[in-house]
């Protein structure tokens, strides 16, 4: 039987949860580790781009650190107000395609806002999710040898000047929402709701 074991972060800086990320990754693919793991944390401010990146997407202005992955998706901002979930898995374990798995994660986010009355969909040819007042949750992956890394974000309660100063995700349409937009709701029981639909999945 698949075992996930999760860990709470609190709040990180990024590049610890990369030297987490690669120590878990490494334990994976090279040393037969057979339990899944799920990273739940918050960030200090850092922008950070993936593989899909075009020059007017960037920054205009210096509000946070700017790092390079080697992840899919393209620009991205992660800070205080937002939660964001590293699923460290093998989709070979759970019988899952990267498309596959792209649409589970997207389903964990739409029925945990879901359980809060806040509509979230998907929209035709974009990853993520939405609401009518903009995009609410971000997914950035990669995978190696069926080994996932990195995940998805949804905001909380995130100042929308960060992401007013770039592209998001390639997104002509730079309208942002937070789940406090919708309803006054405690971090704490945004989090153990996630917690119990990612449970269900993992």
Known sequence: MLKTKFIFLGLSKYREFL???EKLTEKKLYKG??????????????YTLGKRINREDLPRKNLA???KLDRGGGITFHG?????VYPIINLKEYKLSLKEYIWTLEDIMIKTLGIFRIEAYRRNGLIGVFTDRGKIGFIGVKVSKFITNF????NYDVDKKFFE???PCGLGDKKIANVRDFID???ERFINRLYTELKNYF
């Open 165 to 167: 100063n770039i592209n």
């Open 80 to 84: 205080f107000g937002q939660i964001v």
């Open 33 to 46: 580790d057979k339990n899944s793991y799920i990273i739940i944390t918050e960030h200090y401010p850092i």
């Open 65 to 67: 650190p700017v790092l």
């Open 185 to 187: 709701i405690s971090k």
């Open 19 to 21: 030297e987490l990320q």
């Open 151 to 154: 995940g998805f974000s949804i």
